[in-house]
């Protein structure tokens, strides 16, 4: 059996071999080879019925779409429950869905530790970030950064941060995409690239948030229902009996019991350690993620949303472990599903894939397979919108604008960055394709984490913040993740091929979040300007709205 | 919101109540379910094999799983906890706030 090639979280930790790369399983990436399979009607027919249906959704959007509000945050009209959904639409990716389980297929309990580590940011979004942002924001988290800092510094800082960190997560979601469908739908990998990148344009240029949320909505419906037929089905087998699902899969599995603790995936406290505050405060610097809080209507919405969106994610992490488990059962033993040497088809991350035609049949797998597809379409369309937010909303209308700026040319501009970023996007995923990209998500997480988190919550929460303290640290926090990825394993040893590590961790969070903390309170401390003391001043009225909404940007009326 | 609404805001014993209980329901929350994944992961770098230990005698299931189990819940617990105690006792001192000082 071998070790899923799709890059894992945890697992820069340890025993897992070197050729495989390390980084968040939301990290999305398929990587490695992968072969072309015959071309699956079924599933491309249900594919086009989704994407019907999304044009569908998008054209009716596209209507509502006249004002900024609208394309940035649909109006601020979705409710909690619609934008928990939406929310969860947007974190549940391709590779988490069939990166998890595949993991759970070979190593079993190390998937539930990945799965964990995914799930304990959103506490911790809703406790400390959610209602605040809700209340001081309008469209991009920038709003609140720089509330009461310089517009132009702290503005252009965090366009920054969100575009390096949509641009990582972008590059890597494409490859995966490409690779996935060649895998899933027989398609070559360009006009795979391209339909992805050509369909998330559409969507976003057209249907701004409210057509980008009702395909993050559906989706996740989609994949939950799909994820949920397959853990029943696999139940089923062992009547609803989980020790007699473990002792079968035991039984048949080549490393027996030791699939039921955890094998070795996290060996080095340091790593651990950082790895865990790289996904935990990651999560709360996604510019596409926070931007979904600002999709609804005050604070007690927001609040909802987490609560629904944790909900679904870790019911669907639930899913997939108990989805690993049916593949060892029903999948590994099947002749149907291995070839000659005696490996899945396709890889291990296409266990859950197996596993569809192995309980539901060709038409399942069909839509299992179409799933797959729409998942990926729902997340690149959420990132390409929060980068094209941060270049219109932040750069355009802020910086260069000033803040005083036509309505219609920056919604103008947001549509032209949407199609500048979405042919970026199809460039570098193509021009990516063999390359090693395994480092981006978790440098991205590692970013979110340094650079745009740091700001976000002193800002929200720290009076002696100042702009002079929050550009510095901010750099500081940037560079540092930047810098030590690429001394780090997994760009210095496995992509330059050096032959030690500069820097020895895998994970670089500890140390550059640390850093961005360290930076902004020494240069918000040395700050004696004058402007500084009036940012502090205006830090009360900031503190009262945070806490209150007086004042909040309002939804729209139609 | 102008300077004297502020004052009068900031000043106000509902705005103190509802920051003060805002703040420590936050963090209490924050600091469970942050402690609970930190020792979860500490306990995976150092003692892997604590995980490993049979759910019951002749068992294949772990203690290891409920544990997982239970911080997947518990991560959506605290979100229920916070929401319920937000939705009953802050909206309502938000709305008192404002009452209070228009």
Known sequence: MRYPTFPCLLAGLAAVPSSLTTLPAMADAITGEVERQP???AAIVMFLVFVAATLWITYWAAKRTKSAAQFYTAGGGITGFQNGLAIAGDFMSAASFLGISGLVYVSGYDGLIYSIGFLVGWPVILFIVAERLRNLGKYTFADVASYRLGQTEIRSMAACGSLATVALYLIAQMVG???????????????????????????VTFGGMTATTWVQIIKAVLLLSGASFMALAVLYQTGFSFEALFREAAAIHPHGTAIMAPGGLVS???????????????????????????????????????FYATGFIGYFYILTFI?????????????????????????????????????????????ISAVAFATILAVVSGLTLAGASAISHDLYASVFKGGVVDEFAEI????????????VAIGLGILFEKQNIAFMVGLAFAIAASANFPV???AMFWRGLTTQGALIGGLVGLITAVTLVVLGPTVWVAILGFQEAIFPYKYPALFSVTAAFLGIWVFSMLDRSARSQAEKIAFEAQFVRSQTGIGIATATQH | MDAQQ????????????????????????????????????????????????PLFNGAVTTIGIPIGIFIIVIAFATTGLYVGRANSEFDGLVRKVLEETE
């Open chain 1, 39 to 41: 071309l699956n009607v």
């Open chain 1, 177 to 203: 995409a490409g690779k996935l469908i060649e895998l899933l739908f027989g398609l070559p990998y360009e006009i795979a690239v391209v339909l992805v990148g050509a369909l998330m344009i559409i969507y």
């Open chain 1, 268 to 306: 080095d406290p340091v790593s651990a350690i950082s790895l865990g505050i790289a996904l935990m405060f990651g999560t709360a610097g996604l510019p596409h993620i926070l931007m979904r809080f600002f999709t609804v209507a005050d604070a007690k919405e927001a609040r909802k949303s987490v």
């Open chain 1, 323 to 367: 989805i690993g488990f049916g593949a060892i059962l029903l999948v590994s033993n099947n002749p149907a599903f291995l070839d000659t040497a005696g490996d899945l088809i396709g890889g291990t991350n296409m266990a859950a894939v197996h596993l569809a035609q192995a309980t539901g049949g060709s038409l399942f797998l069909g839509f």
């Open chain 1, 412 to 423: 103008r501009v947001s549509r032209l960055a949407t199609i500048g970023l979405g042919i």
């Open chain 1, 456 to 458: 976000l919550f002193l």
């Open chain 2, 6 to 53: 502020l004052e009068r805001i900031r000043n106000n014993e509902s705005f103190r109540k509802l920051v003060a209980a805002r703040s420590r329901l936050g963090w209490q929350l924050a600091a469970v379910v942050i402690c609970l994944y930190f020792t979860f992961i500490l306990v995976i770098a150092f003692a892997p094999h604590l995980l490993g230990i």
